[in-house]
């Protein structure tokens, strides 16, 4: 075909389309469950802010009737940072990745639009009683994840400090202990601190001894900074640990092969903490470690474990008032966006 045939062919066809008139397959399907009938579409900065966009389901975590049994997967807000032991802020992270504007509905590398496999809802944030009490934010969250989980639905969380995911585990893995991917500057693994053990550097240790975490089947990514010397328990353990240095050296090929190894095809739940990016990409988080990831590795990483069992995942630590420029919440929203992605795409996924 020359150049005039392509010319003449393009103008038959698109010459006067509109922007709905979609001819690919795949890429019309996506567009039918987006565009109105007369062609229109939501504005991205209109209406109440929600995670990814997706409705908004108000009752989803009344008490003590929540609404959430024609769910797939509840997205769900975890404002505390109570736990911090640097910089606090990431108590207002779920606000500003609901106010990201625009991410999805098509994934490009996986080819699919999430939103249009799964049944899912931003249900709010998780009620709790106190927002001075540590111990008993954690007893309301761990209460929360476990009710939303009796439902059958799958939970996806924005904190928040990362001490969250302790109580989230043990709410996931209450029937059996899980695997987990973590990506992360810090392993999270120490122990009590001035009297606490609910603080966001020893999440993972707790989880373990909980029972709820398997660490056989645990891998810990991105991992510096001067903190190492408190996180023997991790090797101890039995966790895999790939520190930010090796993940440069070995590629993201191999560290995708790596974690698919360790955590096989067993329950898993994926966790990040916004901090395992360099603070070139991410500076909105409350302990920042330079020498990180780079947002593309973490897309590629993730994109990478498409069809893992994922009964779960988290984003964490984002702290919005230390990035002006609302960088750290975008990643922080794209980050969400696949874990909902690697849940259309489980075995399990509905």
């Excluded at 550097?201 to 645990?218: I, M, N, T, Y």
Aim: aromatic letters at 6%; proline letters at 6%.
């Amino acid at each position: 075909m020359n150049f005039e045939q392509n010319l003449a062919r393009l103008r038959e066809r698109y010459a006067g389309a509109a922007g709905d008139d979609i001819f690919d397959p795949a890429f019309k399907a996506v567009a039918e469950r987006i565009f109105s009938a007369r062609g229109k579409r939501k504005w991205p900065f209109a209406d109440v802010a929600t995670f990814l966009g997706l409705p908004y389901r108000a009752d989803g975590l009344a008490q003590p009737e929540p609404n959430l049994s024609d769910l797939d997967v509840a997205l769900i807000g975890v404002p505390m940072d109570l736990g911090v032991t640097n910089r606090a802020g990431a108590r207002l992270g779920p606000r500003a990745v609901r106010a990201v504007e625009r991410i999805g509905p098509y994934e490009h590398a996986l080819r699919i639009a999430p939103a249009t496999m799964l049944r899912a809802a931003d249900v709010g944030d998780v009620p709790m009683r106190s927002r001075y009490s540590l111990a008993d934010c954690h007893a309301d969250i761990e209460a929360c994840f476990a009710q939303v989980l009796r439902a059958g639905v799958i939970p996806l969380a924005v904190g928040g400090d990362h001490s969250i995911t302790g109580s989230i585990l043990k709410a996931v893995g209450r029937d059996r202990p899980v695997g987990m991917v973590h990506i992360d500057a810090h392993c999270d693994t120490a122990g009590s601190y001035e009297g606490s053990k609910f603080h966001h550097g020893g999440p993972f240790r707790e989880a373990v001894l909980a029972g709820v975490l398997d660490p056989r089947r645990s891998i810990q990514i991105g991992i510096r900074g001067g903190a190492e010397y408190l996180w023997e328990f991790s090797q101890d353990a039995g966790m895999t640990v790939v520190h930010a240095e090796d993940f440069t050296r070995l590629g993201v090929a191999e560290v995708i092969r790596m974690t698919r190894e360790v955590i096989g095809d067993g329950p898993t739940y994926v966790t990040f903490d916004v901090d395992s990016l360099d603070p070139a990409y991410a500076p909105g988080t409350g302990t920042p470690e330079v020498g990180g990831l780079a947002p593309r590795e973490v897309l590629e990483l993730l994109r990478g474990l498409a069809g893992i069992h994922i009964v779960g995942g988290d984003v964490m630590e984002v702290a919005p008032q230390y990035d002006p420029t609302s960088n750290t919440a975008q990643v922080g929203a794209q980050v969400l966006f696949e874990l909902l992605c690697l849940v259309a795409l489980a075995p399990a996924g509905r």
